[in-house]
């Protein structure tokens, strides 16, 4: 009875200690902890069940416990998992089920003994040894899958010595076991057994397909000597097997065509969204090109947010990595409050091309880290292709805009008219070639305003038009290098409110130029908008007949 209460106690204790490491640690997968903590009570009350002199029951328990202990494994190593490719797992695991289906069949035989030693558990602690023994090799050095390995040891070697020796020293391999992995759940490095990973799928190599098939074909091969000898002593034994060999095939097949469904749907919505990208000719365009692609390769529910943001000034989540971290890193995280959700950051830069959009910018998604993690590579892709549609559309406005600037200064060199443009404060901005022709100055004086220009009879009258916002129409008197004057019709365009312009356009056509005087002036009906030196002449000019 004393030692029934034992074994309670180091079973509750390591389910306990693994339920706390659960909910301390949180990692992204809990159910695999969930049922390795099940298989501990399993075992526990296998072990009350023995010490209570009840083998029969205690044999269920502990065949609950190897499947339970299997199915959290299989957790551990699915795809996404941190054993990012199982299937030479599952190849290995069907050949050493063949393996000891054989050894069953034709060395220990119907007693299902070698010796004192069951061979049941045998199998059971060596199968699971060697999946225990592959997480470890996949995931390197780690406390925690170190401490699964010791746990499945000492099984192992209970198993054996407990039926040759019995007494508490053959029994100390189920106290380790217990022991090992409750210590398994409460270290942190528990966390790294159940991060997702980017599947990374083997080659297609002839020799494991062989072995898988080998492996399949035992089980009938087995059945089949059995049936020529005659009487089939160990049909429970080949039928269990071989349901064990067929569901790993199974399996191998299952995730193979899921990473080749995968694969072909990545590929698609690549194609698709490489074909908006192409016939996108704006910003906008870019960013419904880049959602509709997200929305298809991604499945229902499993993005929060994304932000397209073209500009780095806009990122508002955390400073990209600087110089120090190496190459510009094609993407990185930012860690979430909730573990199972993450930010994924893939900027929008691309070197060769940073001269034509120097401002940068990111794809920015919140969702689950399991399925970000597991369609990076593709995300980065995607952010590359609307980073290179950005940058198109940039440099197809960069040469647009180079050719309307020459297309506008031929237009403006070969014009009689004069155009200007004026800031806010008067201040001329640009002026077209012809007004230094007209006003026979090689150059204009640095910060020159329009005042500058003007005869100082007209400056009142063109502040005032330029004070009033609106559109007008001045006439004024322009002081040429030589002191003479040129009489010009000023048309103003106020445009201070455009983002390009943020000043006056000014359209000057002179008066005077090759043509009587008289012939020029405007009508009758606009005297009153002439100005003073206009006026002034014309009485003059009257007065003289």
């Not at 009489?487 to 365009?493: C, D, H, I, N």
């Amino acid at each position: 009875m004393l030692r029934a209460i034992e074994w309670i106690v180091l079973g509750i204790g390591s389910a306990a200690a693994i339920f706390y490491g659960v909910r301390r640690h949180r990692p992204a997968r809990t159910g695999p902890w969930l049922l390795l903590a099940g298989a501990i009570v399993a075992s526990a009350a296998g072990d009350v069940l023995t010490a209570l002199n009840r083998p029969g029951v205690a044999d269920v328990c502990f065949y609950a416990m190897f499947v339970l202990v299997a199915c959290s494994l299989l957790q551990l190593t699915r795809i996404g998992a941190i054993l990012v490719d199982r299937a030479r797992l599952i190849d290995l695991l069907a050949f050493a089920c063949s393996t000891l289906l054989v050894v069953w069949v034709f060395v220990i035989g119907d007693a299902g003994q070698i010796g004192n030693i069951s061979g049941a558990y045998v199998i059971g602690a060596l199968l699971l040894l060697a999946v225990v023994a592959r997480v470890l090799v996949a995931v390197g050095r780690n406390l925690s899958a170190a401490l699964l390995v010791i746990g499945a040891v000492g099984v192992l070697v209970s198993d054996i010595l407990q039926p040759l020796w019995p007494g508490r020293l053959s029994e100390s391999g189920f106290v380790v076991l217990y022991l090992a992995w409750g210590g398994a759940a409460l270290h942190p490095s528990m966390v790294r057994l159940t991060e997702p990973a980017v599947p990374r799928p083997s080659p297609w190599r002839g020799r494991w397909a062989a072995l898988l098939g080998i492996s399949v074909a035992t089980p009938p091969v087995v059945l089949l000597i059995e049936a020529v000898h005659g009487t089939v002593g160990d049909g429970v034994v080949i039928a269990v097997a071989g349901a064990i060999t067929l569901l790993l095939a199974i399996t191998r097949l299952t995730d193979s065509v899921t990473l080749n469904g995968q694969a072909l749907t990545r590929e698609r919505g690549l194609r698709q969204a490489s074909t908006a990208l192409v016939a996108a000719a704006d910003t906008p365009a870019v960013d419904k090109a880049v959602r509709a692609a997200i929305a298809q390769l991604m499945p229902p529910g499993a993005i929060r947010s994304t932000v397209f943001a073209i500009d780095d000034r806009h990122l508002t989540l955390e400073a990209v990595p600087g110089p120090e971290a190496g190459p510009p890193p094609r993407s990185w995280w930012i860690e979430d409050a909730d573990h199972d959700y993450a930010t994924l950051v893939c900027p929008l830069w691309l070197e060769p091309l940073v001269v034509a959009r120097p401002s940068g910018g990111a794809l920015i998604l919140v969702g689950r880290r399991d399925t970000l993690t597991a369609t990076r590579d593709t995300l980065e892709v995607l952010a590359g292709q609307a980073a290179l549609a950005l940058d198109r559309i940039s440099l197809v406005e960069a040469v647009g805009r180079r050719d309307s600037d020459l297309y506008l200064r031929a237009v403006i060199r070969n014009s009689a008219d004069i155009m200007a443009v004026i800031d806010k404060d008067r201040r001329i901005r640009y002026t077209s070639p012809s007004l230094r022709e007209l006003l026979g100055a090689d150059d204009l004086p640095p910060l020159a305003t329009l005042d500058d220009l003007v005869h100082p009879d007209d400056r009142n009258q063109l502040r005032q038009a330029f004070r009033s916002s609106g559109d007008g129409v001045v006439f004024c008197s322009l002081l040429r290098a030589d002191d003479s004057q040129v009489l010009v019709e000023a048309t103003y365009r106020d445009l201070r409110e455009d983002r390009l312009v943020q000043g006056f356009v000014v359209t000057m056509r002179a008066f005077t130029q090759g043509h009587d005087p008289d012939e020029q002036l405007p009508p009758r009906d606009n005297l009153d908008e002439l100005p003073s030196r206009v006026n002034r002449r014309s009485a003059r000019h009257k007065f003289r007949y």
